[in-house]
């Protein structure tokens, strides 16, 4: 059952995701059980920390100057501001804090205050996450000598579909600041979106990418379109759900250790969606009612769905279980 080949072909990993349903559910769950205790799920809470006005095309986004989008661009927000947006998600239960900036990449002149935030947000004995466009090399120094814990850069969709989403960066910039975040020392999160009009073969060819990556991301955020008005996936056709499914239980397989979340869009999803994704493998989740600028389930809904699911949140240093089968 661990078999998994070190290098993923799109052959085997397109294989895997067309299996009947219940035999590839049946391996992902088998898989994941080997690596996580399976009623553990991690919780991150998001902050846009700079919202609207970003430079990039990306044809999801409500932030993109670019689209029709009505959202009006805010500066870069106060460093004490993020620390006590990060001191009631830690009361609410996450262990890890996530950053977002509507920005094709920093600049110098914010890195201070970028700093001041990982800083102040480390120091409550939160993980850190941080998610600001490229990063050069200074930066990616900078960040990782400030204690960031890890960095979110989503590849998206696969390398062929990618130019149908956004032009104003190519995958190859994307995959180039994930090899300079590795290489400062910083963990990776890097995932994609679902229900962009993609084809099966690109979602598969997503999780390849990520999973041959030198190593592979620790984090893998998969996200269902949630569609935005006034951008030019506002009536893109949604996923269907089963098809959702599969894509985590894929990248479960092929990402063992990785966690795997259920990321945008849950407000759109069913328990029983939840739960399924939560059967195929996908162990961490954004928590808080808001993500950077869309709606997320509130926090009672999420405390009833983990109860009638008997999931636990996981805490901190309660982390990966190598024996979780037990
Ligand atoms: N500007 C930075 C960047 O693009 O890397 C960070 C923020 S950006 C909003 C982070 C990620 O959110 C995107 O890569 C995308 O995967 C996801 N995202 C943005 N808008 C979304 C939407 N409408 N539905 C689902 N996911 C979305
Ligand atoms: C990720 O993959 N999803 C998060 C996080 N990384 C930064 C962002 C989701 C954004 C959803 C749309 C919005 O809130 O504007
Ligand atoms: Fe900008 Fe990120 Fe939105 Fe793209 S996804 S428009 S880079 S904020």
């Not at 947000?121 to 990616?140: N, S, Y």
Request: charged residues 25%.
């Amino acid at each position: 059952m661990t078999d998994a080949p070190k290098t993923w072909t799109r052959e085997a990993a397109q294989a895997l995701h067309d299996l009947p349903l219940m035999d590839l559910l049946f391996r992902a769950q088998t898989v994941h059980r080997e690596n996580f205790d399976p009623n553990q799920i991690q919780t991150s809470q998001l902050l846009s920390i700079k919202t609207g006005g970003c430079a990039e095309d990306c044809a999801y986004c409500s932030q993109s100057a670019r689209n029709g989008s009505q959202l009006s661009a805010s500066k870069l927000i106060e460093v004490q501001r993020v620390i006590a947006e990060a001191k009631k998600a830690k009361a609410a239960g996450s262990t890890r804090f996530c950053m977002g900036a509507a920005w094709r990449e920093p600049k110098a002149r914010d890195m201070p205050a970028i700093i001041a935030m990982v800083e102040g947000v480390k120091a409550l004995g939160m993980e850190t996450c941080m998610t600001l466009g490229m990063l050069d090399d200074i930066q990616v120094k900078q960040l990782s000598d400030a204690g960031l814990d890890y960095y979110n850069h989503n590849v998206d969709t696969s390398e062929s579909y990618y130019n149908k989403v956004i032009t104003t960066r190519t995958f190859d910039d994307r995959l180039n600041t994930l090899a300079r975040v590795k290489e400062a020392g910083m963990k990776v999160c890097s995932g994609g979106i679902m229900g962009m009009g993609e084809e099966t073969q690109d979602r598969v060819d997503m999780l390849v990418t990520l999973a041959n990556l030198d190593s592979a991301p620790e984090s893998v955020p998969i996200n269902m379109l949630m569609p935005q008005a006034d951008t030019p996936l506002a009536d893109a056709e949604p996923i269907d759900p089963i098809d959702f499914v599969r894509v985590i239980a894929v990248a479960r397989i092929m990402m063992p250790t990785s966690y795997v979340r259920l990321s945008a869009g849950r407000s759109g999803m069913t328990d029983e969606m939840q739960a399924m994704c939560f059967f195929a493998g996908a162990n961490s989740i954004f928590a808080g009612d808001k993500l950077l600028t869309a709606d997320n389930p509130d926090e009672d809904s999420d405390v009833i769905l983990f109860k009638k699911l008997g999931l636990r949140p996981e805490t901190l240093g309660g982390q990966r279980c190598a024996d979780a089968a037990e």
